[in-house]
């Protein structure tokens, strides 16, 4: 059987964000440790989404999705 995750978000804490973010980030939640659980959960394929405390920057994400 074939899995892919359809939404998965990373991020590092320290990356600039929007004013009053609806969502406060206090940890990482990097590529590496997304790509661990992939691996670990045998999921082939993923769909990344940009991370609305960040506004407009997209920069580590296109960065990890290269």
Request: cysteine-free.
């Given at each position: 059987m074939?899995?892919?995750?359809?939404?998965?978000?990373?991020?590092?804490?320290?990356?600039?964000?929007?004013?009053?973010?609806?969502?406060?980030?206090?940890?990482?939640?990097?590529?590496?440790?997304?790509?661990?659980?992939?691996?670990?959960?045998?999921?082939?394929?993923?769909?990344?989404?940009?991370?609305?405390?960040?506004?407009?920057?997209?920069?580590?994400?296109?960065?990890?999705?290269?």
């Amino acid at each position: 059987m074939l899995y892919v995750d359809s939404h998965a978000h990373i991020w590092l804490q320290d990356l600039p964000k929007v004013d009053n973010p609806r969502h406060p980030l206090s940890y990482d939640f990097s590529i590496e440790q997304y790509l661990d659980i992939l691996k670990a959960n045998d999921v082939e394929y993923a769909v990344i989404a940009a991370a609305s405390p960040f506004g407009d920057y997209n920069d580590y994400t296109l960065d990890a999705i290269r």
